[in-house]
């Protein structure tokens, strides 16, 4: 499937990029002639049956073998020879069918069409019994399998993360799959985890051990029958397949396959071969993609990868920072085909892929296994068109059955303070089509302070994102800070306040923050987030009337002004690193700041340093102000998170399709103006906009005299000189 052959195949279901196309073909072997592809008759894929003689002569078989086996270890002196049946030849006919389909797959003839299926997946029609049965042919699950082996075989590939509708047969197939890798490999190790400690039993009982009891006797490897199996299962004799087969001494496979507790570190320093995370994007136990970190150094040797892993879900619990669904969107974001890092891998090393709804739905695939999409694709929206009255069961509904990636994520906004379609459709256009942003760090120049700060690219790991690359005299801007005296000290103030505007929700170390969820509560550590907007220039973008405003808003009017360009949302372990920061984001575009006084660690840090006039003064939503209301940052209140609300409110509607950054957009869907301490993002974004309302406490003089424009008169109406 990767490597190239003559015959390339397009994906016409699976969905196998999120910002671009994603996997361009995959590559099947040459058709065989018509006369050697199977079910010409039917059409379609029958399960392959052995007549009933052939069925009373494998029990027959297996009885005798399994008798025979326990004689055998009970009187080893004897030298008792293994049990060969009467019929041997056809049961061995039988098997060599099998067993070289189970190798090198099939063409069948399906409604006209020379149809690939590889080795895995008709094994697993024809070999994987599951408490409903037998799987079905789709021409959906044959894509599935063509994608899981192309990641196998693409050596850049830690495996993939599929993303699908809920009893869509995901389950089965990393069942299949880790059993099958295992089962027909020496010395191979698989392990399993998901959503919580019982889950994850409870699908090692239905997709892997049960079924592994029903395989035939020719697939099924001789194992550990001195254990019941309940927690894995272990591999000390090779498959059992016919008297032709069996050369010599028997040898021990030496394969294990377990599943283990949720934790993320359950793995760490295991050698694995094969790894599958069932249900990833609803556990709330732990990070996923904390756990992933564990996992993936697991799956190699050296720089080179020896295992794989299959990781299959739907989403929930978008509302639990870092935590549920909102962890896996970042793992599967970070997995994305078209996105790749220096040494040719994605992010995470996973590929991910989506299987739409209307692709996936049972009940609407016809006897070849082709989907009636349009038929689905109704079915779904008159689900969702029966609860479109309340929001959390749509958005709940949205992402079982997802038919893009938009709705894979999709956030409940039943609380949602801001126009929801805006913020939405804003979320779907961040993550198909995400605008360039540039990670840098910032540090001063030849490590002097107060001198200019500089930016260096760190695409990786930069602290600092920016969605503003100044450019021709833009560049004037920067390192834009006046210097004044005071007391004999020198203090500095920033020069660009009518062109830049900051805000930031600051941290209080030590503290952390419940989040409140369906599922009780997520402790977490707060996240310090500041970011800079570019403020609203008319002599750029226009004068505004309230029905320009509105006008523009539909049109998705591209503002040049009144624009996020800036944002750092990382911790350091350090305060004093978290205010130094701070202080070079303000002096490097020369912007005062706008803080919560409650929090006066930066506030206190900027005065230390001759920089408190980069803090702004305490905003009052009142038209009387008193002289004590003039001091550095603004208290929070029930009164001011209205106000600031307000601000926000306005600026998402008119100005919410400009937002660049994604984690702005999240946080603006879940806010709630009267539990603010879990939305750092929100709460970041309304101190910027309350920045835009105080005047900062210095400006620089102007360099002419004010004479020089105005003349002045004498009462006789003479000019003054």
């Not at 006084?597 to 920089?611: A, L, M, R, T």
Request: glycine content about 6%.
């Amino acid at each position: 499937m990767y490597a190239k052959t003559d015959n390339p195949y397009r994906f016409k279901y699976l969905v196998t990029g999120i910002t671009g196309p994603g996997i361009p073909c995959v590559y099947l072997p040459p058709e065989p002639p018509d006369e050697e592809v199977l079910f010409k008759k039917e059409q379609k894929f029958v399960r392959p049956v052995p007549p009933n003689y052939l069925k009373e002569w494998m029990d027959e078989f297996v009885y005798e073998t399994e008798s025979t086996r326990k004689q055998q270890e009970k009187y080893p002196e004897k030298n008792i020879p293994d049990y060969i049946h009467p019929h041997q030849e056809e049961l061995n006919k039988w098997e060599e069918q099998e067993f070289e389909r189970c190798t090198n797959g099939i063409w069948i003839w399906n409604k006209g069409v020379k149809t690939y299926l590889t080795n895995d997946h008709y094994k697993y029609l024809t070999s994987w019994e599951l408490y409903f049965g037998y799987p079905d042919y789709r021409e959906t699950d044959k894509e599935t399998w063509y994608w899981v082996k192309y990641w196998e075989e693409d050596p850049s590939s830690f495996g993939g993360t599929f993303n699908t509708i809920r009893r869509e047969g995901k389950s089965a197939k990393m069942g299949f799959w880790l059993m099958n890798r295992t089962s027909t490999s020496f010395s191979h190790f698989a392990g399993m985890q998901g959503e919580d400690n019982m889950k994850i039993k409870d699908f090692y009982d239905e997709m892997v051990m049960n079924p592994f009891y029903r395989l035939p006797y020719y697939h099924q490897p001789q194992y550990d029958t001195n254990t019941l199996q309940k927690k894995g299962i272990l591999f000390t004799e090779p498959p059992k397949k016919n008297k032709k087969r069996k050369v010599g001494k028997r040898v021990v496979l030496g394969s294990k396959i377990d599943y283990r507790t949720s934790e993320p570190n359950k793995y760490d320093q295991a050698m694995l071969n094969s790894y599958v995370m069932e249900e990833a994007g609803k556990t709330i136990v732990c990070s996923v993609k904390d756990r992933w970190k564990f996992v993936k150094p697991c799956l190699k040797k050296g720089i080179y990868i020896r295992g794989k892993a299959f990781i299959g879900t739907t989403v929930e619990y978008m509302d639990v920072s870092g935590k549920g669904g909102k962890a896996y969107q970042k793992l599967c974001l970070e997995s994305d085909y078209d996105i790749r890092q220096k040494n040719g891998q994605t992010i995470s090393g996973l590929y991910a892929s989506l299987m739409p709804g209307d692709c996936a739905l049972e009940g609407f695939f016809d006897e070849h296994g082709i989907p009636d999409r349009k038929a689905a694709m109704k079915w779904i929206l008159d689900e969702r068109d029966a609860v479109k009255d309340n929001p959390k069961d749509y958005s709940d509904l949205v992402r079982k059955y997802p038919t893009n990636w938009n709705e894979v994520f999709y956030i409940s906004a039943d609380k949602c303070e801001f126009n929801v379609t805006i913020l939405q459709d804003r979320k779907a256009e961040l993550q198909m089509n995400p605008p360039p942003l540039r990670r840098v760090n910032l540090s001063w120049q030849d490590g002097k302070r107060f001198t200019k700060v500089v930016m260096s690219d760190d695409p990786a790991n930069g602290w600092c994102k920016m969605a503003w690359i100044p450019k021709d005299k833009e560049l004037e801007l920067l390192n834009n800070v006046g210097v004044r005296i005071e007391n004999g000290k020198q203090k500095y103030f920033p020069k660009n306040n009518s062109v830049f505007s900051a805000g930031t929700d600051p941290i209080d170390y030590g503290v952390k923050v419940d989040n409140m969820s369906a599922e009780g509560t997520d402790s977490r550590r707060s996240r310090p987030v500041m970011s800079v907007k570019r403020k609203y220039d008319p002599n750029i973008d226009g004068f505004l009337s309230q029905e320009l405003l509105e006008r523009r808003a539909k049109e998705k009017y591209p503002y040049k002004t009144n624009k996020r360009i800036l944002m750092m949302d990382q911790r350091p372990g350090e305060p004093n690193i978290y205010f130094e920061r701070c202080l070079m984001i303000c002096w490097l575009l020369g912007v005062p700041m706008m803080c919560e006084s409650q929090k006066p660690g930066v506030i206190n840090y900027f005065k230390e340093h001759g920089c408190e006039d980069f803090q702004l003064n305490k905003y009052v939503p009142s038209a009387q102000m008193k002289p004590s209301d003039f001091v550095d940052g603004t208290p929070a209140s029930t009164m001011m998170n209205q106000e600031l609300t307000g601000l926000l409110a306005s600026l998402i509607e008119y100005f919410g399709h400009l937002e660049p950054f994604i984690e702005f957009v999240e946080d603006f869907l879940l806010f709630d103006p009267t539990d603010t301490k879990k939305f750092d993002y929100a709460m970041c974004a309304g101190w910027n906009e309350v920045a835009e309302k105080v005047k900062p406490k210095t400006t620089e003089a102007p360099q002419h005299k004010i004479t020089e424009y105005f003349r002045r008169f004498r009462k006789d109406g003479s000019v003054i000189k």
